[in-house]
């Protein structure tokens, strides 16, 4: 009698995965076993689909109802951290006055006024927020705001208790 070959379920399982299996912080894949039934992931769920969101390497066992069982091969995800941006400058001006604010946290900035460098000088008339938003070496971008409070510069004057106009060695009393 000759050899016969038999070809259980488990044995052709594969993973398909539903976009990019890197991307930023925030973001998924869906992963999507090639059996609608007898799954079981490496991230512990029995669906035929799985949603990933963090970085890993991930498989699918599958089991057939004779009670065989294939693993996949490995599909590796990479989820790449948001910039953490800092900024700094003087976040209290008094009307008329310029400030620079400076944003760490990556490779590339775009202010709110246009301004397309870490840093950006700005002469506000009134309290405004500035946005930046920053792309890291990963490509992957976040956005923070600064708020730049306005001061009304306040007025001095001038009172004269008595005579403006005095003789060498009089006085007169100015107050404030």
């Known amino acids: ?17 539903s976009g990019a299996t890197t991307f930023c912080q ?26 990933i969101n963090t ?10 109802a004779n009670g065989c069982k294939a693993t996949s091969s490995a599909t590796t995800v990479t989820v790449n951290s948001l910039p953490t941006i800092n900024i700094s400058g003087d976040s ?21 006024n246009g301004a397309n460098t ?3 000088t700005v002469n506000p008339t009134s309290t405004t927020i500035y946005t930046v938003t ?6 992957c971008s976040a956005s923070k705001n ?4 306005v001061s009304t510069t306040p007025t001095a004057t001038i009172t004269v208790n008595g005579d403006t106009a005095f003789c060498i060695g009089s006085s007169t009393t100015i107050l404030n």
């Open 1 to 17: 009698s000759g050899n016969n070959t038999i070809t259980f379920a488990a044995d052709n399982t594969t993973l398909t995965a």
């Open 134 to 139: 920053v792309t890291n070496a990963n490509g």
């Open 118 to 120: 870490d840093t950006t």
């Open 26 to 51: 925030g973001g998924n894949v869906t992963l999507t076993s090639s059996s609608s039934n007898g799954n079981l992931w490496s991230s512990n769920s029995t669906a035929q689909s799985t949603i």
């Open 55 to 64: 970085s890993g390497n991930y498989t699918v066992t599958v089991s057939d």
């Open 92 to 112: 209290s001006i008094c009307t008329g006055d310029f400030t620079t604010i400076t944003a760490t946290g990556g490779i590339s900035y775009s202010w709110s």
């Open 146 to 149: 600064d708020t730049v409070t």
